[in-house]
């Protein structure tokens, strides 16, 4: 009987920890900023699940993209990387900056969509807005 308790236990805490994961992004609260030794602003603002439901993305790959020797893998998605993989402090190769990066994808899609916040202080809100335990 203990064995068995102890076999319905474990199955429980593996599940909470598989969907713990697969939760983890839609529990975002801010843009992972920790690969910038000195920002210069705050972190962003970014419900990853709130976004998403009002922007209607549906396809990760809307947003998390893969390119391959300069051309948009179509399809392919790279959700379950950071952005910082690819992305270094400084652009290189034709590769745009971890900054560079962020601001074209999620600045150039709210102002191809007229849509979204575009101004530095509408998603770079001082810490008073968002505690750290937000993360």
């Known amino acids: 009987m203990q064995k068995h308790s102890g076999f319905i236990v474990m199955s429980i805490l593996a599940a909470i920890l598989v969907v713990g994961a697969a939760g983890a992004q839609e529990d975002m609260q801010v843009v992972d900023s920790d690969v910038?030794?000195?920002?210069?602003?705050?972190k962003s603002i970014f419900q990853h699940d709130q976004h998403n439901e009002a922007a209607g993305i549906e396809?990760?790959?809307?947003?998390?993209?893969?390119?391959?020797?300069?051309?948009?893998?179509?399809?392919?998605?790279?959700e379950d990387q950071r952005c910082a993989d690819c992305h270094g402090s400084r652009s290189s190769d034709g590769q745009p900056s971890l900054m560079s990066a962020y601001h074209r994808n999620c600045k150039g899609c709210h102002q191809e969509r007229k849509s979204g916040p575009v101004m530095c202080g509408e998603c770079h809100q001082w810490k008073s807005v968002v505690s750290d335990d937000s993360q």
């Open 36 to 42: 910038f030794e000195t920002p210069q602003r705050e």
């Open 59 to 78: 396809e990760c790959n809307t947003c998390h993209h893969i390119y391959e020797d300069g051309k948009l893998i179509e399809g392919e998605s790279s």
